[in-house]
């Protein structure tokens, strides 16, 4: 049969996106981490992610991630995704993206979907699976959040989804609002003993689980109090750790030569002390039993963010809209040969 361009392209929703992973984070989490698995074993392709910046504007920037994800995935594409954060004082969000899927014998782009619900899912469920293999159950006494924007808030609707048993949340925002917004969602989850702290330390002295999701652009907490008492701390926003804290946790990442850019504190750990030695491992490694943690000392887990999760998410949410058939096709989006 001789090859032909794709008979239409197939455009996915934000609310369809949405729809589909509500309620099936589970799956979700078990796309996540297939897409791990894979990636560890070269069964993907992965170029470092391309970051366009603007004059003058050093917050404001759009991210390529192109990939190609096997294991059973087999699909290549790019997500492409803005992070303007003056957006949120405008009432618009601060990151916009789309994700492209490519089919893998003609390179044709078959889907575009709304890549926002996406990009923040595949973060939440990256940092979920993280949580639970290194703490090992889906439990933490007390659970911390810095910075409780859109990020953090697909992470609680993850741990809730996943039935976590929590036993209390502390809260920390510079924008106080914000975590007056968070914590009433998370009493509406019925969670308990949910308090709004003023002093960002307060966010880690009362947990043992706790989650960096801010917007931060250089590293803003440098107490080596903050880790004394071993807490697991998720890295989401990668850019909130003094390099010496990074040096006194075990650290792990999902891919160190990616995550050793754009000014991560790993990053600027590496160029502080001229090695790579304080990353003890990836979360592959802890998944298949090769990361053993040290009790007296905090374990951060820094992700970079890879690309081959946004097609892993991406598939299977089109895979799942297509099957019933959502999405809106657009004939004729290609030229004849």
């Given at each position: 049969m001789p090859y032909a361009p794709p008979e239409s392209l197939l455009v996915v929703r934000g609310a369809e996106v949405t729809e589909q992973i509500d309620g099936n984070r589970e799956a979700c989490l078990a796309a996540v981490r297939a897409a791990y698995l894979a990636h560890a074993r070269g069964d993907s392709a992965l170029p470092h992610s391309s970051f366009l910046r603007f004059p003058g504007r050093e917050r404001d920037r759009i991210i390529a991630l192109p990939a190609y994800l096997g294991g059973g995935f087999d699909v290549a594409g790019v997500k492409w995704i803005a992070s303007f954060p003056e957006n949120v004082r405008h009432g618009l969000q601060r990151a916009s993206a789309v994700l492209v899927l490519n089919d893998v014998e003609t390179g044709f782009p078959y889907a575009?979907?709304?890549s926002s619900v996406i990009s923040a899912s595949r973060t939440a469920a990256s940092a979920a699976l993280a949580a639970q293999e290194l703490i090992g159950a889906r439990r933490?006494?007390?659970v911390g959040f810095v910075g409780t924007g859109l990020i953090a808030d697909h992470i609680r609707r993850?741990?809730?989804e996943l039935g976590w048993g929590i036993g209390g949340f502390r809260l920390f925002d510079l924008d106080h609002a914000a975590a007056e917004r968070f914590s009433r969602a998370l009493r509406e989850d019925d969670m308990p003993d949910v308090k709004v702290v003023d002093d960002v330390r307060e966010a880690?002295?009362?947990?043992?689980?706790?989650?960096?999701?801010t917007v931060a652009g250089t590293p803003h907490i440098d107490d080596p109090a903050v880790l004394r008492h071993a807490p697991t701390v998720l890295h989401v926003s990668l850019r909130d750790l003094d390099p010496s804290l990074?040096?006194?946790?075990?650290?792990?990442?999902?891919?160190?030569?990616h995550v050793m850019r754009e000014g991560t504190s790993l990053h600027l750990a590496e160029e502080?002390?001229?090695?790579?030695?304080?990353?003890?491992?990836?979360?592959?490694?802890?998944?298949?039993g090769r990361f053993t943690r040290d009790p007296g000392r905090a374990v951060v887990f820094s992700p970079f963010g890879l690309g081959v999760l946004d097609l892993a998410v991406g598939k299977w949410v089109h895979d799942s809209v297509a099957e019933r058939g959502g999405g809106s096709p657009v004939p004729g989006f290609f030229p004849a040969s």
């Open positions: 575009c979907l709304e933490a006494e007390r993850f741990l809730m880690f002295s009362a947990c043992d689980l706790v989650i960096l999701a990074i040096a006194a946790a075990q650290n792990v990442t999902d891919d160190v030569d502080r002390f001229g090695h790579r030695d304080f990353v003890d491992g990836t979360l592959v490694d802890v998944l298949e």
